[in-house]
C-alpha cells in the first residue's frame, strides 16, 4: 500500500465504482464456456476464456502486436490469483478498466495483502517454488523435464487455492476497522480506498457467484 502514488490509487478506485455500475446495468444471462477459447485476432483485447486456456507466453504471441506487455501480463495475473472462476473473472473485470500502470499497482496491493495474510507459509512456497524450477531447468531429459513441469504446474495450481470468503472478510473487516479508527487522521482516505477496493471486488463476485447459480440451476 505504501508503494502505490496516491492519486493513482484513488483514480483507480473511481474507475472500478464507475466499471461496476455499468457492468451491473449490462449483465447478459448467458451461461460463460470457461472451457472453449476464443481466438479472435481481429479483437485487439484477451478475453477471460483465453487466459483460462492459454499461457502467458501463448498470450504474448497471439496478441504481442495488438497489446502492451504490461497489459498482457495483467490479463494473465489477473487470474493467477484463484482458482476461483468468480474470483478470477471479477479481478479480470477490474483490470480491464485500468491502464497499464494501474493494473500493476491494482494486482500487486491484492498479491501483497494475499501474502500477509499467509505470512511464513507465502514465503516457504515462494521459495520453495523457485527452487523446483531451477532443478526442473537442469534436466537434461526433456520427457523428464515437461513432465516435470506438469507436476509442477499442477502442484502451483493447488496451493492457489483457499478459502475466498475466509480471505474477503478478513480484508474488509481490517479495511472497515482501521477505517473507523483513523477517520479522524490526514491519511484516513488511504484507509478508506483500501476497504473500497475490497467492497468494490468482494461485490462483484457475490453477483457473478449469484449469477452463475442461477443460471446454472435453471439446466437441473
Do not use: C, W
Not at 446495468?25 to 464456456?33: G, K, L, M, Q, Y
Not at 472462476?85 to 497499464?100: P, R
Amino acid at each position: 500500500m505504501d508503494k502505490m502514488n496516491v492519486t493513482q490509487y484513488e483514480n483507480t478506485i473511481s474507475t472500478n465504482k464507475s466499471q461496476i455500475e455499468v457492468q451491473n446495468n449490462n449483465v447478459e444471462f448467458t451461461v460463460p464456456n470457461y472451457n472453449e477459447p476464443t481466438l479472435n485476432l481481429a479483437d485487439d483485447t484477451i478475453s477471460f476464456q483465453n487466459t483460462q486456456n492459454m499461457t502467458l507466453e501463448e498470450l504474448q504471441l497471439f496478441y504481442g502486436s495488438t497489446q502492451t506487455q504490461e497489459s498482457i501480463r495483467n490479463s494473465y495475473l489477473s487470474t493467477q490469483f484463484s482458482t476461483d472462476l468468480n474470483l478470477s473473472l471479477s479481478i479480470f473485470n477490474q483490470i480491464g478498466s485500468m491502464s497499464d500502470e494501474e493494473g500493476i499497482s491494482y494486482l500487486s496491493s491484492l498479491f501483497t495483502h494475499k501474502s500477509i495474510s499467509f505470512d511464513s507459509q507465502t514465503d516457504s512456497f515462494q521459495k520453495g517454488a523457485l527452487l523446483r524450477k531451477s532443478i526442473i531447468a537442469m534436466i537434461d531429459d526433456p520427457d523428464i523435464q515437461a513432465q516435470q513441469e506438469v507436476i509442477e504446474k499442477k502442484f502451483l495450481n493447488t496451493m492457489m487455492e483457499f478459502d475466498i470468503m475466509s480471505h474477503m472478510n478478513s480484508m474488509l473487516d481490517f479495511g472497515k476497522s482501521e477505517k473507523e479508527k483513523n477517520k479522524d487522521s490526514e491519511y484516513s482516505f488511504l484507509y478508506n480506498n483500501f476497504y473500497n477496493q475490497y467492497d468494490i471486488l468482494f461485490n462483484d463476485y457475490q453477483k457473478n457467484k449469484e449469477l452463475n447459480n442461477m443460471l446454472i440451476n435453471q439446466y437441473k
